[in-house]
């Protein structure tokens, strides 16, 4: 089943490859999460065809740390401790087999919109992920992109990721990112491209338009990280720069988080005059796990980072920024400042009904991260992120709006049942920003997963508006099967790889409208292909 699992989900990590080439460095990293030891130097920036001739002759077996990550969809820094905490979650928890009736209200979202999204039975889990623009949605999973006219459901294009990112049909792209950025009226990717134990990287690029059609209408690039594995990627941005987050691995150690800054393109670039002058940097974060770079609806100019503590459990989440210098290049804080939250644990596997199997709802880190001006909070910046906790049956989703000026909470919220798991969850505020039109900012929407003994894995969402109470769950997707693939084959303490984030971005062309996808199981007991699959939906906070 490895085969299967290659073509989907965590292999590969780090460098910048493209339709051109850009600017160099190698990564040099230690075992100890020092910044000293991760201050590294990328080679230049590549074209991804350019490159690919090169890398031919020097692909391998996968590394150490990719093959173990392919196995559990993400690293930790501990794994034996990680386990240990997995297991007494376990022990402690018992779920109820009740299943709680949504509670709907005038504050409760409205589903607007829904349709099946893509998916591969080949391929586990779908990390599921899109964004949404002026006048295309695109949805990507970890072998499949499809792109959207945003008033039909059948997509106009659909093909490979490693069509899409320009990458080698060989190579194993997966964790995918896509995002949305109205100041440059482009959108971005990135992407793990494996090509060897030797040759890992973080394949990135943009459409060359707003309203891309292809494969053909990426600006490709891609920046290595050797024989370093780079995990989790994570996409973000600010007003002058593209951001990814990873956290590296040498072999089976922790080496350090790190944050990777680039140049946006200007208007007039085009791939090739993109290569030849784009900045770029990257540092190795002082004491965080997962730095998950936050997607700026507005035009501000420091781009920001969440990221968890190295060990939790943990009573703060970590704020890193972006700023730019006077030369125009990149500057990374590597010291983080601290936000005050409540004491978090690593949750347990969910149960779901028809089965023994149970879900994998991660280890505490923050999947999705948005900044956004809040014009209920004095038209300033915050940033809305969320992840799943040990709480409620056994595990809970938590959000947060962060003022980054303070590193304070303005609100937060819980989603939690008694007798239903939640987990993977993704949240995104109602601001709409398109040119000088902007709006909202005042409300959130976020879906999340849900499962128990007495029900199928499902997906349901929340909202609130301004300073009124969050609502109730509503259901989008309820769960008919379970998730019982190919993916289900691992003994305990791995449980079924479900995908390790969800997506939530609000639509930069019509105000109040939130554009998600998230995944559910379609399983039987015979099942021998992954039994993931996605559904997309538009909802109203």
């Known amino acids: 089943m490895e085969s299967q699992r290659l073509t989907s989900s965590s292999m590969a990590r780090w460098r910048l490859i493209a339709c051109v080439s850009l600017a160099a460095a190698a990564f040099a990293v230690g075992v100890a999460p020092s910044i000293a030891s991760a201050q590294s130097h990328f ?101 499949k992109f499809a792109i959207y006219n945003k008033t039909a459901n059948a997509p106009i294009s659909a093909g490979s990721i490693n069509s899409m990112v320009g990458a080698a049909g060989t190579d194993s792209v997966f964790d995918v990112q896509i995002m949305w950025d109205a100041t440059t009226n482009r959108f971005y990717y990135a992407a793990d491209d494996v090509v060897s ?117 943990g009573n703060k989440l970590q704020l890193y920024k972006v700023t730019k210098s006077s030369t125009g290049a990149p500057v990374i804080g590597t010291t983080p400042t601290s936000v005050p939250v409540s004491s978090f644990a690593v949750p347990p596997a969910a149960p779901q009904k028809g089965t023994a199997f149970k879900i994998d709802t991660s280890d505490t880190r923050n999947t999705q991260a948005q900044a956004a001006v809040d014009p209920g909070h004095g038209n300033n910046l915050a940033i809305w992120t969320q992840h799943t906790v040990k709480g409620g049956a056994g595990a809970q989703v938590r959000w947060y709006e962060i003022n980054p000026a303070t590193h304070s909470l303005i609100q937060h919220g819980t989603v939690t049942s008694p007798s239903l798991y939640e987990f993977n969850g993704a949240i995104a505020p109602n601001r709409q920003v398109n040119g000088a039109t902007t709006s909202g900012g005042k409300a959130m929407l976020m879906n999340f997963n849900t499962s128990s003994t007495a029900t199928f894995p499902s997906i349901k969402m929340v909202s609130k508006v301004g300073g009124g109470a969050q609502s109730g769950p509503v259901a989008v997707f309820n769960g008919t099967k379970p998730l019982t693939g190919f993916d289900c084959t691992a003994p305990a303490p791995n449980p079924c790889r479900w995908g390790d984030y969800a997506a939530a971005t609000p639509d930069p062309s019509t105000k109040n409208r939130i554009w998600n996808v998230s995944q559910y199981g379609a399983g039987t007991p015979s099942s021998t292909f992954a039994t993931s699959r996605t559904w997309n939906f538009i909802a109203t906070p």
């Not at 349709?115 to 990390?127: C, E, L, Q, R, V």
């Not at 891609?222 to 720069?241: C, E, M």
């Not at 085009?270 to 998950?292: D, E, M, Q, R």
């Open 43 to 143: 080679g230049p920036i590549r074209s991804a065809a350019s490159v690919r001739k090169a890398d031919i002759p020097n692909r391998g077996t996968v590394g150490t740390a990719a093959r173990r990550a392919m196995k559990q969809g993400y690293l930790v820094p501990n794994q034996a401790r990680y386990e240990r905490q997995k297991t007494r979650a376990a022990r402690q928890t018992s779920a109820k087999d009740a299943l709680t009736a949504p509670v709907n209200g005038a504050l409760a979202p409205v589903n607007n919109r829904a349709w099946a999204g893509i998916n591969d039975t080949n391929s586990a889990p779908p990390d599921e992920t899109s964004a949404v623009g002026t006048g295309r949605y695109i949805e990507l999973v970890n072998s």
């Open 197 to 313: 134990n030797t040759n890992n990287k973080i394949a990135f690029g943009f459409s060359k338009t707003a309203t891309p059609s292809s494969a053909a209408d990426w600006c490709k690039f891609a920046v290595s990280a050797g024989s370093t594995f780079p995990d989790y990627p994570k996409l973000g941005d600010s007003q002058f720069f593209l951001m990814i987050g990873t956290n590296l691995f040498n072999g089976n150690n922790f080496a350090n988080a790190n944050v990777l800054a680039a140049s946006k393109p200007k208007a007039s670039d085009t791939c090739a005059t993109y290569l030849s002058t784009a900045k770029i940097a990257n540092k190795g974060l002082s004491g965080g796990f997962t730095p998950v770079p936050a997607s700026e609806v507005d035009n501000n100019a420091t781009g920001w980072s969440v990221a968890i503590p190295l060990a939790t459990p």
